[in-house]
């Protein structure tokens, strides 16, 4: 897979959005829908269970290529010589090789750090190849698009699809099938909730698990078990659905009630109105430290904007028409969303809860999934220049420095 271009039109990014949350992330882009953490822990903690240590180390991926290559074309894509590292505070700690050879490819979606761990994947022609800082981990037979990645405990939780675009997917522990649906999609990321492990999908077809046979549907999976995501007789189609504090909280249509869509987030459904959005082509369910939030985006004839709710049904914010974040994620009860600017004379803006936060100036993209984040109360973003010599770019808050190497960043986090 070569380094695509950046979304061109509103269009364009409304049909990643709606395969992003229908199939979570695939292939390489300039830019990405939200990608949203766990929920609120929902209670005090035990006396005699210590709270969990802060996460508050940075972690920054990024890809090197040899001086003077230009990575932009990529023309020698899994041949060149290049590699993906891992630095942590600014020390740069893992370095593994990239290429057909080391099973090891440069994309940003087949990457990823967690808890201070490179992970990768890797297609090649008959198999997935699943890795931990250049170490295999697992294998397993056909070629497979990862859309979610989880570890917990030492396991490895993905979720992909077939890359001949045949359908359906497969949710696997450790590289062996968990749950296979022929006909279906993702309604959440793989994601944790008391320490279960959950994931939310829709099934168009019959499919089994542990010698049971489900109808189509919208199910939750949770600690190994599958559950019916709860519809009244007025709702249509779930939308996407979270688990949280041990609730399944999940957004649907109303089959043409003037309302639109309702929220079910703690056990209560509420009514979403979209009046004056128009109808949702994809949103998210992210969790907050004091609420539960929807994001979305909207699209009424042609003009197609952002908007996020809170539970209790009212609009927390709006973004102007066209303002259109590729990526946003909340920490705490603060909402981030990033918009990339689509021609050299506009800048990449930051949004904070509706407002511009920060700008990072003209002819900068960034690239990969998860652009930013905060740490210790500072708001970290990576990108890269458009124009050559493309530099990558760094920036704390409004601080934005260059890097002395040929390649760019492709994720940041907190662990």
Not at 64 to 85: H, I, M, N, Q, R
Not at 140 to 153: C, K, N
Not at 175 to 185: I, Q, R
Not at 290 to 297: G, W
């Amino acid at each position: 897979m070569r380094l695509m271009g950046k979304i061109e039109n509103v269009l364009s990014l409304l049909v990643m959005a709606a395969c992003m949350v229908m199939l979570t992330m695939c292939g390489l882009k300039e830019g990405s829908v939200p990608d949203v953490p766990g929920g609120p822990s929902g209670g005090q903690d035990s006396p005699d269970i210590p709270s969990p240590p802060k996460a508050d180390t940075l972690y920054v991926t990024g890809v090197e290529y040899p001086e003077g290559y230009d990575w932009g074309k990529d023309v020698e894509y899994g041949t060149v010589a290049c590699s993906l590292f891992v630095e942590k505070n600014g020390e740069r700690i893992i370095e593994v090789p990239v290429g057909h050879f080391y099973e090891t490819a440069s994309d940003p979606d087949m990457h990823r750090c967690i808890d201070g761990h490179l992970y990768t994947d890797y297609s090649s022609d008959s198999e997935t190849v699943v890795k931990r800082d250049g170490m295999t981990l697992f294998r397993y037979p056909g070629r497979e698009m990862i859309h979610s990645f989880h570890v917990a405990d030492g396991d490895v939780y993905t979720a992909g699809s077939p890359r001949n675009g045949s359908g359906g997917f497969v949710f696997r522990k450790n590289g062996a099938a968990a749950v296979s649906v022929g006909d279906g999609w993702l309604l959440s990321d793989i994601h944790s909730d008391g320490g279960r492990i959950c994931l939310a999908f829709s099934a168009a077809s019959v499919f089994e698990y542990e010698g049971d046979t489900y109808a189509p549907g919208y199910y939750m999976y949770s600690g190994g078990e599958i559950s019916a995501i709860g519809r009244s007789g007025a709702e249509s189609d779930v939308l996407a659905a979270r688990m949280i504090d041990g609730k399944i909280c999940y957004v649907a249509g109303t089959g043409g009630r003037t309302d639109g869509y309702v929220l079910c987030a703690g056990g209560v459904t509420r009514s979403i109105s979209t009046e004056g959005y128009g109808d949702i082509y994809a949103c998210r369910i992210m969790s907050g430290k004091s609420d539960i939030f929807l994001s979305a985006y909207c699209c009424m004839s042609g003009e197609c904007r952002y908007a996020v709710w809170r539970s209790s049904g009212t609009v927390a914010f709006a973004l102007e028409p066209g303002e259109l974040p590729y990526y946003s994620f909340i920490d705490g009860d603060d909402i981030y969303g990033f918009v990339a600017p689509d021609d050299s004379f506009s800048e990449m803006l930051c949004y904070r809860n509706g407002s511009v936060h920060i700008s990072y100036g003209k002819d900068v993209s960034f690239l990969g999934s998860v652009p930013a984040a905060v740490c210790k109360g500072g708001l970290y973003f990576i990108c890269s220049g458009k124009s050559a010599p493309r530099k990558p770019y760094m920036a704390e808050e409004t601080d934005i420095r260059s890097f002395p190497f040929n390649g760019y960043f492709t994720s940041v986090s907190v662990w």
